[in-house]
């Protein structure tokens, strides 16, 4: 890190901060420009560079306290330079082929997943999805079905074949999830709800760690360092929508952070322009945009009839219009060398 | 709520949707404007409310539709005109007297607590507050010492007489800290963690709820609306800063929606200066200005020594500037009206 | 508009709403409800709309002013059905074929002039672009050419027959630019400068309006309303980044607005990666996107030595990754129906 | 400037950057940490700082360029340790004495200037505000008296005794008001304009510059370097909240920056809770917020009849709600050892 003086700083206070450095095993350099003196520190315990960091920045006449490093490890591109495709049954994230993962929003019933899962194993999807544990903003909605809605799901992989992933939202729930489903999705209000981040981090199916609607890039990767930091590597990170002054779109997905986030770490990315959007008018061209700009997968929300939908119908697509924007999305990914 | 249809709609597209409320037994009215027709639903089960809106607004050439009511009940100030006091030892809070809760971030170890403890009570504080489980960023961090934590805040509390309230992350926690400290407090990340707002909803200690970092006003009040209709009504709000484009400061201090909580509920609102602001040279102008906008009390960070914090130093006070902080509280506490 | 009484209204509170209503020429409808009471008001004239609607809600116990039209009219889908393409030079915007506008950030000399549009010709771009007058968030930076720097584009347009576009910060630029240039660009920082708006308004070249950096669509498209009621209708939108919590890319590149806007008006909605990301890595991901998702056109920032540029050089492309940004843009483009 | 270079830079590359720090004329010093190497940059010309910082970040395994100094000097408080209030008529700001600037949104007629001038002086207020020229987001609402506007308050200075400010949108208008008006005031949206900032950097009279309402603190700062380096240190920024994603205000007030502004600069900070917060009954908490928090002033809009009024009717304050928060202002003011 990199200690900034303020203008008035003694030779006193300076040697304070490099006193301090010295205690905590720093090495240091002082370079003492015209208008400002800077003070390097080299080297640094992992688990100490914080809490360092913040003390000194409390001592008098220090401006200010820059890191140089990223806030990462096991995540990053640095470490590991070949990315290793996550697998989810036989759908693999961040080859050259691209999957896709689709389903209802919420689990409703048997009649409605059997529906939704025939229609988009047909138009191509290789995952499917549907949420027994729902986080809904008012606790007099639709709060899911529960263990009941797991069995479903169940039943639904039985009958056509598909993986399924399914969101936790409460410690208690992994253990059973982990146990019947073939990947966990951590949701956007838990994307630093950093106990259950450790305990998916203890189990061995892949985790989708959606990106909070608030968090930072580097934040978002900070979570998924929680994870990987727990034990388990299969981490797939999915790029929501973040949220933002704008009101005619539901969140403002930010494709520019996936790519950042593709070059900035070996695990894949995939995008999911339903919650991002909103308005399933708005899915196909953000769909579309999110394979051009190179994202691994996509997590489309498709249920049979929207407008009976227990929630998030808005943003549903139809079997149909589903099966139109498959078509769409074979091509856009050829257009980018990548497959369907 | 009110549907809004496109200019284009059809005789039949504006009958569908009559149809439909009428199926969910809701009343109706159609008004026929100059460019649009405006349907008026009336009536509504509480509990459906959402989903209807929704599949309303899926169907064709419905532009969209606008709620009516407030979308929380128990919480509001129509149901609750008069404020009754939230009590926290014999500290209370919305009635004519502030009380401040003061105190380290997080819990180090028994000579640091105590030190804060009796700092923070001689200079006025009412509540003492410590960290034993921790939210951090980063998994390399301090993670906080855990069910020990909350056992040293148990000992501080026979030493001085305060009582103390300390933060759930995770459900598993809850029964623990309910049983042993005065209060529970949910933090800025779990504001939306739905499950542990249930849990502490069951309990009957107050809960003092803080604003997730990019909740709107409604979120929060709707967070709090969890908590209430699990049957724990002894709520306090605090608004703690929102994320903003401003890297100036931690977070941005919305001062203006504490200040409309309040007029929409009935709950106390209190505000906590130093997560906000993150630098302790800002704390106590913020503090000020909070209890000048009518806060029913403050959260404040108080460490004997910053500069050896193990999180949060920069914008702790030391015990010294704490004092003088709440002698300038007083005088603008009696400048409007209250007293400490 | 819709106006939505508090439950506590009077009687008499609902009659002045009437009486009000009926002073300024609007019919009414009045629906009681169980919990509100909700008075629609029918007609009204459109320079008056927004000002009734603020001083209905000062009056006693209206909860709030629900408005139902759109804000705009003359760009809206609504009152021109089939869009027409804006030409600038032989390029057409908003017609099957995509155009691309490419250029470096800054006019710096006849030299860079020349090489940039030479390449960016090649590559096949149709409009070439370059600032004269120079918006720099620092006085002390290099501030442009000014009318040197016009005089530059006219001679590199005669060497190389690209019509170019260039901003007008100040209406007193507005003359000459329209003059010699063969499009105007708004900044960002200019889209709600109305006196500009309306200067541009009254030439006839067309305008590139680039949404500002905290601007709701709704207000980037009020802006255009500006510049075509008076009497401008050649306009280009087009989205450049917005301003979010996120500091990894300069901006956030909203593209489901760029897909909104075109649902929403007639207009062409081209993108601009290179301020959006301020990064050249993210540009070519960036502006396959934009193409995906439906944009009509694209602007890039293209440097001949981007590592000697008086501005912008982070996000400017080189020729030889324009070169090949291009052939990717055709293929995309070809997969979504569109070509270049 | 501090160079970061990626680990995989070789030597040739950091060379590279050492050659291009020599060419401009900066010293450099290299530090080789563990993971990183680090080039620190010393002296800089002004006028190239920034361009010269983007050329190096383009080059091959610069990581991120880091600045070190403020991007401002002349408002800067390192230059100009003591505060020096500026004046407008007899009203000084950043004295001990609090300052109050008060008046209707817009100029409508003779007979609301004189009421509302009347009211605000005799409740304490000691300039008077008033929008001659008026930026409407609508080209269908009204847009302001113009030159007529600002001759009526003239003839109101002239009834009352009291100094007036008002918004100078275009850069035509600025010569005409500098000569009638007492104060310019450089709205929200032309914070950034900085053609206009050029031009009242000219003229003599006080600028009072509003926060752009999506600017950091650090480009207000520059904006005020604009006016500064043009001629004018007679700058009174005002603080006018900021756009977030929260709904319920019309903006989100941040006092933080307000109280960061004081310390940072020499120049007096006001604040303007009406355009803030969009409502009345939030305008008194929040002016006395702004009070405890150290503001050097308020601007406060006041309306003889705001259910009348032809702009921002729902925030003005009636002369009586006025009337009495000047009472309170000035018991906060004591309480924080100020005075009205």
Known sequence: MIIVMAPAATEDQIQEVIARLDQRGYGH?????????????????ESEKEAVAEQLSTLPMVERVVPILRPYKLVSHEVDRTPVPVRIGDAAFRGNELSIIAGPCAVENREQLLQAAKAVKE????????????????PYSFQGLGEEGIDLLVETREATGLPFVTEVMDV????????????????????????????????????????????????????????????????ILCERGIRTFETETRNTLDLSIMAWARQETHLPVIVDPSHATGQHQLVPPMALAAVAAGADGLMIEVHPHPDRALSDGPQSLTPKKFKRLMEDVRRVAEAVGRSL
């Open 172 to 235: 208690r729930q992994v253990e059973l999830v982990a146990e019947k489903a073939d990947g966990l999705q951590i949701g956007t209000r838990n994307m630093a709800n950093f106990d259950l981040l450790k305990e998916v981090g203890k189990v061995s199916k892949p985790v989708i760690l959606k990106r909070g609607l608030a968090a930072t890039g580097q934040e978002w990767l900070r979570a998924a360092e929680y994870i990987a930091s727990s034990g388990n590597l299969n981490i």
């Open 123 to 138: 138009a191509g999807a290789t995952v499917f999805r549907g949420g027994a544990f729902k986080p809904r903003t008012s």
């Open 29 to 45: 350099h002082v370079s003492r420009g015209v208008e400002r003196i800077v003070i390097g520190a080299i080297g640094a315990h």
